[in-house]
C-alpha cells in the first residue's frame, strides 16, 4: 500500500508550523544528516534532544518530525510517557505507521493476543507448576540474568536488577513456565507472556524493515524520555546494537528528547553514532525573531518580555500571543498573559481549562462555563497547549502556576470546577461498567481511565474526605496488575502535588515507592493499605485475597495460606479466598486439601461453571484421569459450546488412551472457533497417531497461516513426517522450530530420534543432551538417551 495522502488536520497543521522560529542550528543539522548515506562516519543514528522543563523539547522534536516527513519522505512515529510498557510502545508505533499507510498486520494481531494472554495469566502463577524444585533451565537463567521478562525492562527496577541473584528468579520462571503451559495451549503463547518483548520486538523490527521497502527513511521519535528510559533504555540499545531481535533498516534514525542526558553507563560506547542537541533557553536574537514574527516590536514590551519569560520558548510564546504593557513589574509570565487577555470569557476558559490533566471537547465543556463552551478549538491554538494521544493538555510550566493561581485565589471555585470534572469522567467510568464484568474493571482501560480522572479531581476538590476511598481502590488497581497500580499511585501523588495536600502527596510517593520492585508484584503496597488505610472488615478481607494471591505467585506458600486464612476469618463466604488455598494445595501436592477447598467454594457458589473446570485440572494434574474426565463431562454437559473445556476433555481423553473420543472434542472445539490455533495443531497431532497424516498436514496448514511464527507447528509437522519415515524432512522441520524457537526441548528430543532412524547416533545424542541440559527434568530426554548410549555399546 502507498503513502497516505496528509487529512485536512494535518495540512492546517503544516501551515502553521510553517512560521517556526528559532532552533535553526538543530534542525539543520538533523537535515543534513539525511543527506549522509548510513555507511558515511558522520552520520549519526540516534539524537538526543536534552534540556530543562519549557525550553522548547516536544515543539522541536515536532519541527523535526514534520522535516522528516515533508522533506526527506520518512514513515515516522512518536512516542512520550502515556506508554506504560515496551509492549505499548510497540503498538503506538504500529498504529502511527498505519495511519501513514502501512499497517503492522502480524504485529498487531500478536499484541492482540498478547492483552488477551496477559489478563488471562493474572490468575496463573509459579505456584500453580508441578513437581519438586530443581535447578533453573539455561533459558530461564538467561531470561532472569538479563532482565527481558521482568526486570530492567519496567520503570523503578533498574536499580535493583544487579542486586538479584538470578537463579532463584530463573527457577520460579521454569515453574511459571510449566504452569502456563498447562493452561495455554499454543507454546508461543507461554512465551509471549513469559517475555512479551523478546517475542514481540521482531516483529517490529520485521514489519519496519517491510515498510522502509516504500520509504527512504524511517524516524522514531521518543519524547519525555526522562520518565521513559527506565522502561526504555534497555530495549532501544539492545536494537541499535544486537541483532537478538533481527536487523533494523540502516535508514533508521532514532531521536530522544528527555531533560536529562543519557545514561554514560549505557550509551557512551555509541558516541560516535549519536548527535547530542542540548537545548537552552532561547538566544536574545532567537526570541526577539520570534515576538517580531508575532507582531511583538515595541522595545518595552520586548524587553519586559525577555525578562518575565526567561527566554523559555514556551513562556515567550505565550508572551507573544497577548504580550499588553509594562505596567507590573513582579507580575509572572502566566499572569501576565491572563491579565492582558481582552476576553473575560477567554481569560476564564484559560483557567478553566488548566484544571484536567487531559482535555478533550467534553471534558473542556465540563471544566468552563457556559458561554465559553465553544473555545475548545481557541484553546488548543494556544502555544502552551499541545496534542496528547487523542486529547491536549497544558504545558507543566504554564498549567503549574494557572493551578495555583486559581487555588489561592479563588478556593470555592477551585472545589466547585473539580467536583464538576469528577462527575463527568463519574459519568464515563458508570458507560463502561454496562460492557464489562465487575471483576474486570480495573483491567479495562475503557473504565480504569476515567475513574482515575475522577479519583484526581475528587483528591484536588476535597483532598481528606476523599483520600480513604481513593485508598479503597488501591485493592483493585494492585489486583490489576502493577502497571494499573503504578498508575494509580501516582494519580494520588499528582493530586495531592497539584493540590498542595500532604496526605494523598505522601501515600502516592509512599505507594510508588512500594510497587517499584517487579518481583514483589504489589505485595508490599497492600501491606501498607492493610495497615494503615483503615480498611473496614470488608475490604480487608479483599485486600488479605490480593495479597495472599501475589504471596501465591512469589512462591510464599506459608504466607499465601496465612492471608486466606485471614481473609475468611474476616469472611467466611470468601469464596476466592477459598479458590485461593485450593490453588496453594494443589501446588504443594495436597490434592485432597484442594478438593476440599474447592467443594467449600462449590457449597457457597452453587452451578458456578469454574468450579468443576477446576476441581477437573486439579485432578488431570494429580494424573487421576477418570476423576478429570467426570468433572469435565459436567462442564461440557452444562455449557457444550466452551471450547476450552472440549480442549481440555481432548487432553485428557488422549492420555487414557481414548484417541478417537479425543478427536472428537477436538473437531467440536475447533467447529465452534475455526481459530483456535492449538485445537488445530493437537488435533493434527491426534490425526498423525491415527495414521491420517494428509489431515495432519491440512491442520498444520491452517495453522500455520493464522500464525507464523508458532514453532509449535513445524515440530508436530516434523513427528507427522518422522511417523511415516520421511526422515530428512522430519528434521528439516524440526530445524525450522528450533530456529523459532532454540530452547524448545520437544523438538531436540523429536529430532533425536529422527536423527537415529538415519544412524546418526552421534547427532541423536548431542540434541538430547540440549535437551537434558535446557529441561534437566525432561525424563522421556534421559530415558531415550541412556537406551542409545546402551544400544551402542
Not at 527513511?217 to 541483532?243: G, K
Not at 467534553?362 to 457556559?370: H, I, S
Not at 494503615?532 to 505467585?553: E, Y
Not at 491442520?699 to 530428512?728: H, I, K, N, S
Request: glycine share 8%.
Amino acid at each position: 500500500m502507498g503513502r497516505a495522502r496528509a487529512s485536512m488536520q494535518e495540512l492546517i497543521q503544516r501551515r502553521g508550523r510553517a512560521g517556526f522560529v528559532g532552533r535553526s542550528g538543530e534542525l539543520a543539522a538533523f537535515r543534513a544528516n539525511f543527506a549522509m548515506e548510513p555507511e558515511d562516519e558522520r552520520h549519526r543514528f540516534l539524537f538526543h534532544v536534552h534540556g530543562n522543563g519549557g525550553v522548547g523539547k516536544t515543539w522541536l522534536l515536532r519541527r523535526l518530525e514534520q522535516a522528516a516527513r515533508q522533506d526527506h519522505g520518512a514513515f515516522t512515529a512518536r512516542v512520550d510517557e502515556s506508554v506504560n510498557s515496551v509492549p505499548e510502545a510497540m503498538a503506538s508505533i504500529s498504529a502511527q505507521f498505519a495511519r501513514q499507510g502501512h499497517e503492522f498486520t502480524v504485529l498487531d494481531r500478536r499484541l492482540a493476543t498478547y492483552e488477551q494472554r496477559r489478563h488471562e495469566a493474572e490468575s496463573i502463577t509459579a505456584a500453580e507448576a508441578e513437581g519438586p524444585s530443581q535447578a533453573p533451565t539455561a533459558g530461564s537463567m538467561v531470561v532472569a540474568q538479563t532482565g527481558l521478562a521482568v526486570l530492567g525492562l519496567v520503570p523503578g527496577a533498574g536499580a535493583l536488577a544487579g542486586a538479584v541473584d538470578p537463579a532463584p528468579l530463573a527457577q520460579g520462571t521454569d515453574r511459571l513456565r510449566t504452569a502456563l503451559g498447562s493452561r495455554f495451549r499454543d507454546h508461543k503463547d507461554v512465551q509471549l507472556v513469559l517475555d512479551p518483548v523478546q517475542v514481540l520486538t521482531p516483529l517490529l523490527v520485521k514489519e519496519v524493515s517491510r515498510a522502509a521497502a516504500s520509504a527512504p527513511w524511517t524516524v522514531l521519535f521518543f519524547d519525555t524520555y526522562e520518565r521513559t528510559a527506565p522502561l526504555l533504555d534497555p530495549w532501544l540499545r539492545a536494537l541499535l546494537t544486537s541483532e537478538r531481535y533481527g536487523a533494523l533498516p540502516a535508514h533508521t534514525v532514532i531521536v530522544l528528547a528527555g531533560r536529562g542526558r543519557l545514561d554514560p553507563g549505557r550509551w557512551a560506547d555509541l558516541a560516535d553514532v549519536i548527535g547530542t542537541m542540548p537545548l537552552e533557553p532561547f538566544t536574545d536574537a532567537e526570541a526577539r525573531q520570534l515576538l517580531t514574527a508575532k507582531g511583538v516590536t515595541d522595545e518595552g514590551v520586548v524587553r519586559d518580555v525577555l525578562r518575565l519569560s526567561g527566554r523559555l520558548p514556551v513562556l515567550v510564546s505565550t508572551l507573544a500571543a497577548n504580550p499588553g504593557t509594562v505596567d507590573d513589574p513582579s507580575a509572572t509570565a502566566v499572569e501576565r498573559f491572563l491579565k492582558w487577555e481582552d476576553d473575560p470569557v477567554r481569560r476564564s476558559a484559560a483557567l478553566a481549562g488548566a484544571l484536567p490533566r487531559r482535555l478533550d471537547d467534553d471534558v473542556f465543556r465540563a471544566a468552563v462555563d457556559e458561554d465559553a463552551a465553544e473555545l475548545f478549538g481557541w484553546l488548543r491554538a494556544l502555544p502552551f497547549v499541545s496534542e496528547h494521544t487523542g486529547s491536549v493538555r497544558y504545558h507543566e510550566v504554564v498549567r503549574a502556576p494557572i493551578l495555583r493561581l486559581q487555588q489561592n485565589t479563588s478556593p470555592r471555585r477551585w472545589t466547585d470546577g473539580h467536583l464538576r470534572l469528577a462527575e463527568t469522567f463519574t459519568r464515563r467510568r458508570e458507560a463502561a461498567e454496562e460492557d464489562n464484568s465487575p471483576d474486570e474493571l480495573w483491567k479495562r482501560d475503557a473504565w480504569c481511565t476515567p475513574r482515575l480522572e475522577e479519583t484526581y479531581h475528587l483528591l484536588c476538590a476535597r483532598p481528606s474526605a476523599e483520600l480513604p476511598g481513593a485508598l479503597r481502590d488501591g485493592i483493585g488497581a494492585c489486583e490489576a496488575g502493577l502497571a494499573v497500580a503504578r498508575r494509580w499511585a501516582a494519580t494520588l501523588a499528582e493530586a495531592g502535588e497539584d493540590a498542595g495536600a500532604d496526605g494523598p502527596r505522601d501515600w502516592g510517593r509512599r505507594l510508588l515507592t512500594a510497587l517499584a520492585d517487579e518481583r514483589r508484584r504489589g505485595i508490599e503496597a497492600l501491606g501498607l493499605l492493610l495497615a494503615r488505610a483503615g480498611l473496614d472488615a470488608a475490604d480487608r478481607s479483599r485486600a488479605l485475597v490480593a495479597r495472599g494471591r501475589q504471596h501465591r505467585s512469589a512462591e510464599e506458600f506459608d504466607e499465601a495460606l496465612d492471608d486466606f486464612g485471614r481473609a475468611l476469618a474476616l469472611d467466611p463466604g470468601n469464596v476466592a479466598a477459598h479458590f485461593g488455598r485450593a490453588v496453594v494445595h494443589r501446588a504443594t501436592g495436597d490434592t485432597d486439601r484442594a478438593m476440599a477447598e474447592l467443594d467449600r467454594a462449590e457449597e457457597l457458589e452453587p452451578g458456578a461453571h469454574w468450579i468443576p473446570r477446576e476441581r477437573g485440572e486439579t485432578y488431570r494434574r494429580a494424573r487421576r484421569y477418570e476423576e478429570a474426565l467426570e468433572e469435565l463431562d459436567r462442564v461440557v454437559a452444562t455449557d457444550p459450546g466452551d471450547a476450552t473445556a472440549l480442549g481440555s476433555r481432548a487432553q485428557t481423553r488422549a492420555a487414557l488412551g481414548r484417541t478417537h473420543e479425543a478427536l472428537e472434542d477436538l473437531d467440536r472445539a475447533i467447529a465452534l472457533d475455526d481459530d483456535y490455533t492449538w485445537a488445530l495443531v493437537r488435533r493434527a497431532h491426534v490425526r498423525s497417531l491415527l495414521g491420517d497424516a494428509a489431515g495432519a498436514l491440512d491442520d498444520l496448514a491452517r495453522a500455520e497461516a493464522l500464525e507464523p511464527d508458532l514453532p509449535g507447528t513445524p515440530g508436530e509437522r516434523g513427528d507427522v513426517y518422522r511417523r511415516t519415515d520421511r526422515y530428512e524432512e522430519a528434521i528439516a522441520q524440526y530445524d525450522r522450530a528450533l530456529a523459532l524457537d532454540p530452547e524448545y526441548a520437544w523438538a531436540l528430543g523429536s529430532r533425536a530420534l529422527a536423527h537415529e532412524a538415519l544412524g546418526r547416533r552421534t547427532e541423536a545424542l548431542m540434541d538430547l543432551d540440549r535437551a537434558v541440559e535446557l529441561n534437566p527434568g525432561y525424563a522421556w530426554a534421559m530415558a531415550q538417551r541412556e537406551r542409545i548410549r546402551t544400544s551402542a555399546e
